[in-house]
T-cell receptor, first 114, second 115 residues
Framework: DAKTTQPTSMDCAEGRAANLPCNHS???????VYWYRQIHSQGPQYIIH???NNETNEMASLIITEDRKSSTLILPHATLRDTAVYYC???????????????FGTGTRLKVLA | GAGVSQSPRYKVAKRGQDVALRCDPI?????LFWYQQALGQGPEFLTY????????KSGLPSDRFFAERPEGSVSTLKIQRTQQEDSAVYLC?????????????FGSGTRLTVV
């Protein structure tokens, strides 16, 4: 699976948009980009995923560059409850072993400030 | 159930003791994963089940770690002769189907402390 690079930490003011970048320059054509977040003492929570096109759901928007080498997760109006570690993951459609598994990095620790 | 349930929530084991960690996935979910998360790190893959078949166990750190899912639903992760380096949060996740468009639902994990 392609490796991802994320900033270690970011701060965002409450009510403002939080833009979390992710670099995945070695991504291949069949690999999706997934975003999860992990709030303290909980398991990771699915946010959004995409392959080529930008995606939006009730939680966030995902912007993928045309060359697919990087992406940005956007939380349009950050709240204190969005304070968490955000993981950007790429995963092949199917690995040679038949497994569909995530390889997590260390993520970005987002702190939303009041 | 509505979510992935893991038990116990916390476990303290003496070094050398055997432990068993349980995962109840969402009913009907085909895929089940176990991950290990050390303090301050991202989760690391341990093993994967598709129904009752263990298709990938490449992440299990040693032969002291064993996982099973005999009827394709509940799964148990067993650690024999626990060591201090086994202290971590063990996360279970399930997914309706194996495809790329199915997100995973994670449980809250079992925090194992080996003393």
């Amino acid at each position: 699976d392609a490796k991802t690079t994320q900033p270690t930490s970011m701060d965002c003011a409450e009510g403002r948009a939080a833009n979390l970048p992710c670099n995945h320059s070695t991504i291949s054509g069949n690999e999706y980009v997934y975003w999860y977040r992990q709030i303290h003492s909980q398991g990771p929570q699915y946010i959004i995923h995409g392959l080529k096109n930008n995606e939006t759901n009730e939680m966030a928007s995902l912007i993928i560059t045309e060359d697919r080498k990087s992406s940005t997760l956007i939380l349009p109006h950050a709240t204190l409850r969005d304070t968490a570690v955000y993981y950007c993951i790429v995963r092949a459609h199917r690995t040679t072993s038949g497994t569909y598994k995530y390889i997590f990095g260390t993520g970005t620790r987002l702190k939303v400030l009041a | 159930g509505a979510g992935v349930s893991q038990s116990p929530r916390y476990k303290v084991a003496k070094r050398g003791q055997d432990v068993a960690l349980r995962c109840d996935p969402i009913s009907g979910h085909v895929s089940l994963f176990w991950y290990q998360q050390a303090l301050g790190q991202g989760p690391e893959f341990l093993t994967y089940f598709q129904n009752e078949a263990q298709l990938d166990k490449s992440g299990l750190p040693s032969d002291r770690f064993f996982a099973e899912r005999p009827e394709g639903s509940v799964s148990t992760l067993k650690i024999q002769r626990t060591q201090q380096e086994d202290s971590a949060v063990y996360l279970c996740a399930s997914s309706l189907k194996p495809g790329p468009n199915y997100g995973y639902t994670f449980g809250s994990g079992t925090r194992l402390t080996v003393v």
